[in-house]
Nanobody, 125 residues
Framework: QVQLVESGGGLVQAGDSLRLSCAAS????????MGWFRQAPGKERQFVAT????????DYAVSVKGRFTISRDNSKNTVYLQMNSLKPEDTAVYSC??????????????????WGRGTQVTVSS
């Protein structure tokens, strides 16, 4: 059973930066595709970024491309989301997810069987 725990969220001002971390346990992290998703109140879960097991393939939502960077350290069983130039519309609960199959489309939440509980990111204007 894979367990994921996010950290690093908080309250920041527009233009600030945050780095989210997601620590994995209970499986072979180095073989998983990892993804970051977010959900704002009253809205559907939204894809943010995904990275394959070796980091060789990365994809971003248009809304965050150029501002956010996903990365992973397989020696630490951790995936990161560096968020720069934050905007109020980035406010949401950010969750990481793991897919044991690298070949599936990383943009779709339905392809991730394992999820963390999320960490709140609030960006004030």
């Amino acid at each position: 059973q894979v367990q994921l725990v996010e950290s690093g969220g908080g309250l920041v001002q527009a233009g600030d930066s945050l780095r989210l971390s997601c620590a994995a346990s209970g499986g072979t992290f180095s073989t998983y595709r990892m993804g970051w998703f977010r959900q704002a109140p009253g809205k559907e879960r939204q894809f943010v970024a995904t990275i394959t097991s070796t980091g060789g393939n990365i994809d971003y939502a248009v809304s965050v491309k150029g501002r956010f960077t996903i990365s992973r350290d397989n020696s630490k069983n951790t995936v990161y989301l560096q968020m720069n130039s934050l905007k109020p519309e980035d406010t949401a609960v950010y969750s990481c997810a793991a897919d044991l199959q690298n070949w599936r489309n990383g943009r779709y939440p339905m392809n991730y069987p394992y999820w963390g509980r999320g960490t709140q990111v609030t960006v004030s204007s």
